[in-house]
């Protein structure tokens, strides 16, 4: 069975523009969570959806943004890009909500300039 | 709020050594704990996890046991192997309805021939 995949795979934008990323996650699974991974540090929580419903948000700005779609795929927004936006951005998916064994995409790295 | 402390990297051992990297965390009720593995340039693995207090995790060589009364929640390996090097990250879980998973810092383990 296929893993969590996400796309683009790296991605380079410049200040004030926007992005989406994108994330499939595991045939049956309804819950998807985002996460922003600074080099070095370990990955912040950003947000879970489920069922198509926004279930978290983490501390965050308004300029990230998500959705889930009926077929459970997601994507995350950022509008405004800042210097500090640059980062891997990593998708998990579960099977329910609340479910703790959450399985990870291999990330969009983001770069702005 | 719930946080998770690493011991901080890099970790140098030789093949064969025995490895520990300790983990702490801070947390309201009862968590679920795990250990992730990223190696250079992938997203993140699940090594193992224990969903409650005496629960010992295993997985690959790979030992942690949940320890309440202490908070802790420490990676062991009787022999790593050059293979083990990569980054590893301990983690705990919002048992809210979130699915967040807060994470450590991370440390670094790079074994040598």
């Known amino acids: 069975d296929a893993g969590v995949t996400q796309s683009p795979t790296h991605l380079i934008k410049t200040r004030g523009q926007h992005v989406t990323l994108r994330c499939s996650p595991i045939s049956g699974h309804k819950s998807v969570s985002w996460y922003q991974q600074v080099l070095g540090q370990g990955p912040q929580f950003i947000f879970q959806?489920?069922?198509?419903?926004?279930?978290g948000r983490g501390n965050f700005p308004d300029r990230f943004s998500a959705r889930q779609f009926p077929n459970y795929s997601s994507e995350l927004n950022v509008n405004a890009l800042l210097l500090g936006d640059s980062a891997l951005y990593l998708c998990?998916?579960?099977?329910?909500?609340?479910?703790?064994?959450?399985?990870f995409g291999p990330g969009t790295r983001l770069t702005v300039l | 709020g719930d946080s998770v402390t690493q011991m901080e990297g890099p970790v140098t051992l030789s093949e064969e050594a025995f490895l520990t990297i300790n983990c702490t965390y801070t947390?309201?009720?009862?968590?679920?704990l795990f250990w992730y593995v990223q190696y250079p340039g992938e997203g993140l693995q699940l090594l193992l996890k224990?969903?409650?207090?005496?629960d010992k995790g295993s997985n690959k060589g790979f030992e942690a046991t949940y320890r309440k009364e202490t908070t802790s929640f420490h990676l062991e390996k009787g022999s790593v192997q050059v293979s083990d090097s990569a980054v590893y990250f301990c983690?705990?879980?919002?048992?809210?309805?979130?699915?967040?998973?807060?994470f450590g810092q991370g440390t670094t383990l790079q074994v040598k021939p």
């Open positions: 947390a309201t009720g009862y968590p679920s």
């Open positions: 983690a705990l879980s919002d048992r809210g309805n979130t699915g967040k998973l807060i």
């Open positions: 224990a969903t409650k207090a005496d």
């Open positions: 998990a998916s579960s099977l329910v909500g609340r479910s703790n064994e959450q399985f």
């Open positions: 959806y489920y069922e198509k419903e926004e279930r």
